[in-house]
C-alpha cells in the first residue's frame, strides 16, 4: 500500500504545508521553488533532508524522487507528515470532517464526534497542487461546514482556474438559500457524488441509518438542478437493495434525468461494512442480472452509468468497458490469481483490506 502518512523531524513549532521539491536527476531547476516549498538537501537511504523559508524538515523512509511535488501537512508534535496532495496521483481527498449525521451500515469511515478545523491547511494544499487537478472532497459529511466548504471551493477555484472537485456529500443540508449562492460558483468545475441506495424511502433510510433521508436527499438534488450542479449518483449494492436495483434503474430515469453519472458500486471490507459484511456483501458475480438489466435500462434512457469497483473477471465480457478502474492507488491490491491475468492493467482489482477468500463465486471465469 502506498504510504499517506510520513515519519518526519523538523526544527518547526506549529502544523503547517509544505510543498517537496526533489530536484535530485531532473532537468528543472530550484529556482522557481516558492516560499512554501522546501527542496531537498541531502537524502541517504534511511531519510531525506528538506529545507525552506518555513524550517527543516527531515522525512524518513521514502525516496525523495517519489515525493517530488508532494504537498504535506507536518505535524511537529506527532513526528508525521500526511501527504494530501500526492503529485503523481489522480486519487488526492481531502478529509473535512469525521462527523455525520447518518449511520450508513456500510460505512467504511464511521463517525467520530470530534472535529478539527483543516480548511486553511487545505486551501494552501489546493493552491500548491499541481496543474489540472481533480481533488476530492470527503468526510465524514462535509456539508455539515456547508458555509465554510462553499467559501473554500470559491476561493480555491478563483485562485486556481485549472483545477476540479469531487465532492462526495450525502445532500442532507442544502436548503433553497444555497441556490443563489451555488449559481456565483463555477460548477461545471465540481462533480457532486450523491448516494442513493434505493427507490423506496424506508429502504433508502434504513441503510443510511435516518428516518427522512430519502426525501431529504431528494429535495436536495432538486435544488442542485435547480442551481445547475453536475451530480454523480453513487449506489452501493449490496443484499439489501440488489432485489429492487432495477426499480431504482426506473426512478433515476423518471425522477433523476438529470443527473450526470449513475455509479452502482462493490461494497468496501472496511468499518461497518467489515462488521456487516455477511449481511451486506453481494456476489455480483453469480447475481449479474439484477445489475446487467439496471445498467441496461438506464443506459438505454440516455444515463452515463458504470460500475465503480467491480473487479473486472467477476463482470461478464460484454459489460467489462462500463467497469473502469476506480479504487484509488493508494488502497488498491491484487489477489495471487491475479498473477498472470491479461486483464490486469484494466482491471482496478479489490480494495487493499478485501478479504483474501474475496467472495466471488464466479471469480476469473466470467
Ligand atoms: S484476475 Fe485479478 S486482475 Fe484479473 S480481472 Fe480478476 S481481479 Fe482483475
Known sequence: MIPLRLKIETDVVDPYVVRLRSFEGLSEDCSDAGSLDATLENASAENADFAGAMGKLRVFGVDPSEVNGDVMFVVPWRGTAHRLIRANSRHNTLLITERCDQLCLMCSQPPKERHIDMFPFFETAVLLSPGNSTIGISGGEPTLFKSELLEFLDTTMSARRDINFHVLTNAQHFDRDDVVRLRRMDLDRILWGIPVYSSDRDVHDRIVGKPGAFDQVRKSLSLLCEAGAKIELRTVLMKPNAPKLFDLAKFVTTALPFVD????????????????????????????????????????????????????????????????????????????????????????GFFEWHPKAHGYERFGVA
Not at 301 to 317: Q, S
Open 261 to 348: 453519472k449513475w455509479a452502482i458500486m462493490q461494497l468496501e471490507n472496511i468499518g461497518y461494512g467489515r462488521q456487516n459484511w455477511s449481511s451486506l456483501f453481494y456476489d455480483s458475480s453469480k447475481g449479474f442480472d439484477v445489475v446487467g438489466k439496471a445498467l441496461d435500462f438506464a443506459i438505454s434512457r440516455g444515463i452515463e452509468t458504470k460500475l465503480y469497483n467491480f473487479p473486472l473477471c467477476t463482470v461478464p465480457a460484454n459489460y467489462r468497458m462500463f467497469a473502469p478502474s476506480t479504487i484509488s492507488d493508494w488502497k488498491r491490491a491484487y489477489v495471487s490469481d491475479c498473477a498472470d491475468c491479461s486483464l490486469r492493467n484494466e482491471c482496478g
